[in-house]
C-alpha cells in the first residue's frame, strides 16, 4: 500500500552550529588603540593594531629591542607612538580597542574596568576568560582577510590552520580582491540587485584563483558586465548534484562550489547535515525527501517545484544521495527540465556502492574473481521485486552485483538468484548507512538473505553479492564480525 505522499518542506537543519566566539572584522582606521604590559609579548600586538590603520599608543616602562626596532620603523597604515610608563586610568579617552599583558589579577580588574567606562572593549594577552575580543592567527591578502581562532584553546593549532590556508589562496588573491574594489561601483550602476550581480561577481571569483589581473582584464570585466548579467538573469537553472554517501569530505570540489552559488537547494531525506553545511548561508533550503515505505514527496510535486524556481531566475541545486544518476530518477527530471526548456547541469558524485568498496578495501571488478560489475534497485516502480531483470545474468558467479534500495525484497531477491543457479555459499555485505557516522558493514552468504528481517528495516542499506566480498567473509570468521569506519 502506498504511502501518503508530503509536500515539499522549508524546514532544514540548523544552519549554523553554536559558536565559540562570533568573528568580526573592525575598521581601526584613525581610531585609538592601547597596549600596556610587558614589552615582549606586546610588539606583534601593536604591530597588527597599526596594520589595521590604528592611531596607537604603547605603553611599556622598559621596552625591549624588538618593542623599540618596531616603533622607529613606524606603520604604513596606522600610527605607533611610545610613552616609558605605566598606564593610567586617563589613557582609555577616546580608546576603541585596549590590550593588556599582565598576570596581576588586580591589575586586569582595574584595566577591564578603567577600559568599559570609557567603551573601549578589552584583550588581555593569555587570559581569554578576561577577554572582550582575542586575536586569531591571520591569513593576510588584504582586502581579503581571513582570521582563525580556536577561542583560546590551542593557538597552535590555529597556527597550523593558517599555514594550510596560506598555501591554498594565491598572493596574486589580493589583487584580484583590490580590482573588485575599484570597479564595485561600476559594476552596481550596470546590474540590477540579485542575480545579475551575483552572477558577474562568481565569475570573477572562478578567475581570482588564477594568475593575477593584468591592465586589460579590468576593462574586459566592465565591458562583458552587462551581457553577462544578462544571461544570468535571463532564466534561473538547476543543477543536479550527487551528496555521496554522506562524508563532506568525499564531495568534489564542483559540488562544493555548486552548493556555495545556489540561491535555492532541494535535498533529499539521505543528504548529511555535514554535506549541507558547506552550502551557501542565505540559499533556501527545502527537504523533497523520496523513502520507501515512508511518506515521500511525489515526483511531479518535486518537478514543478523546481521549474517553478528556475524559471523565476533562481540557481537551483537538487541535492540527491550518491550519484544523482544512479537510481535518483535523474532521467525523469533532466526530461521535464529540458521540456521547459530549463537550463541542467549535472555534478556527479559517489555512489553508496563504490563507497561500499571502499568502506571494505576490495575492488568490485578484481580480474581473479570478476569480470562485470552490475548495479540494479532491489524493486521496481511497483515497488515490488523487478521481474524484468535479466536474472540469469544477474547470477553469474563471476559478476559482483550491488543492489539499492533492497531491504525489503532481500528474501525474494536471494530466492530467485540461487533459482537461477547463483551457489547459496556466495558472499554478501549488507552495508548500512555507508559514509555516515553509523555505519555498520554485516557480511553473510546469499542463503542468509532467505530469512525474513536478516535485512534491518529502517537504516538505508545497499548490498554486495559476488566472491569479491569473500575477504570480509574471512575477517568475520576470525573476528566475529565487520562493522565501524571506512578505510578511505
Known amino acids: ?49 597599526a596594520a589595521a590603520g590604528a592611531d596607537v599608543t604603547v605603553l611599556v616602562p622598559l621596552p625591549d629591542d624588538d618593542l623599540l626596532a618596531l616603533v622607529a620603523r613606524g606603520s604604513a597604515a596606522g600610527r605607533l607612538t611610545l610613552e616609558r610608563r605605566r598606564w593610567q586610568a586617563t589613557d582609555f579617552d577616546g580608546v576603541a580597542l585596549a590590550v593588556l599583558d599582565s598576570a596581576d589579577t588586580a591589575e586586569i ?21 578576561d577577554c572582550d575580543v582575542q586575536f586569531g592567527s591571520v591569513v593576510n591578502r588584504s582586502p581579503v582577510v581571513i582570521g582563525i581562532s580556536t577561542d583560546g584553546a590551542a593557538p597552535v593549532l590555529a597556527q597550523a590552520i593558517r599555514r594550510r590556508i596560506e598555501t591554498l589562496l594565491p598572493p596574486a588573491l589580493a589583487e584580484w580582491a583590490q580590482l573588485a574594489r575599484r570597479i564595485r561601483e561600476r559594476v552596481t550602476e550596470r546590474l540590477r540587485p540579485g542575480a545579475e550581480r551575483r552572477g558577474f561577481w562568481e565569475r570573477l571569483a572562478e578567475r581570482a584563483f588564477g594568475p593575477p589581473p593584468d591592465a586589460a582584464d579590468e576593462a574586459q570585466l566592465i565591458a562583458t558586465a552587462g551581457r553577462l548579467g544578462a544571461d544570468q538573469a535571463a532564466q534561473g537553472r538547476v543543477i543536479l548534484v550527487g551528496a555521496g554517501p554522506g562524508e563532506a569530505e568525499l564531495l568534489t570540489l564542483k559540488a562544493v562550489r555548486a552548493l556555495q552559488s545556489a540561491d535555492v537547494i532541494l535535498f533529499d531525506d539521505l543528504v548529511s547535515p555535514e554535506v549541507l553545511e558547506l552550502a551557501r548561508r542565505e540559499a533556501r533550503r527545502m527537504m523533497v525527501g523520496k523513502r520507501g515505505g515512508r511518506r515521500s514527496c511525489r515526483q511531479e510535486d518535486i518537478n514543478d517545484l523546481m521549474i517553478s524556481l528556475a524559471k523565476a531566475g533562481k540557481r537551483v541545486v537538487r541535492l540527491k544521495a550518491g550519484d544523482p544518476m544512479v537510481f535518483g530518477r535523474a532521467g525523469e527530471e533532466i526530461d521535464r527540465l529540458a521540456a521547459e526548456n530549463v537550463p541542467v547541469e549535472v555534478v556527479p558524485g559517489i555512489s553508496a ?28 516502480k511497483s515497488g515490488e521485486l523487478d521481474e524484468g531483470l535479466d536474472w540469469r545474468g544477474l547470477a553469474d558467479a563471476d559478476s559482483t552485483l550491488i543492489v539499492y534500495m533492497g531491504g525489503r525484497t532481500a528474501p525474494r531477491l536471494a530466492a530467485r538468484l540461487m533459482t537461477e543457479g547463483l551457489d547459496r555459499h556466495t558472499p554478501v555485505v549488507l552495508g548500512y ?15 542468509d538473505l532467505l530469512i525474513e528481517g536478516t535485512v534491518e528495516a529502517g ?3 545497499v548490498i554486495g553479492i559476488g566472491r569479491v566480498f569473500g575477504a570480509a567473509l574471512a575477517v568475520a570468521a576470525h573476528d566475529g564480525a565487520v562493522a565501524g569506519s571506512a578505510r578511505i
Do not use: C, Y
Open 353 to 380: 556502492g563504490i563507497a561500499l568498496a571502499a568502506a571494505l578495501g576490495v575492488s568490485l571488478t578484481h580480474r581473479d574473481l570478476s569480470h562485470s560489475l552490475r548495479f540494479v534497485t532491489g524493486h521496481a
Open 433 to 447: 548507512a555507508i559514509g555516515q557516522a553509523g555505519q555498520r558493514l554485516v557480511p553473510l552468504r546469499l542463503a
Open 109 to 129: 580588574a582595574t584595566f577591564r574596568a578603567a577600559a568599559r567606562r570609557a567603551g573601549a572593549l578589552v584583550n588581555v594577552v593569555d587570559r581569554p576568560e
Open 459 to 461: 537504516p538505508p542499506v
Open 1 to 49: 500500500m502506498a504511502s501518503e505522499p508530503r509536500a515539499p518542506s522549508a524546514s532544514a537543519p540548523a544552519r549554523m552550529q553554536p559558536l565559540a566566539r562570533l568573528p568580526l572584522f573592525v575598521d581601526l582606521n584613525g581610531r585609538r588603540a592601547l597596549v600596556a604590559g610587558a614589552a615582549p609579548t606586546l610588539v606583534w600586538k601593536a604591530e597588527l593594531l
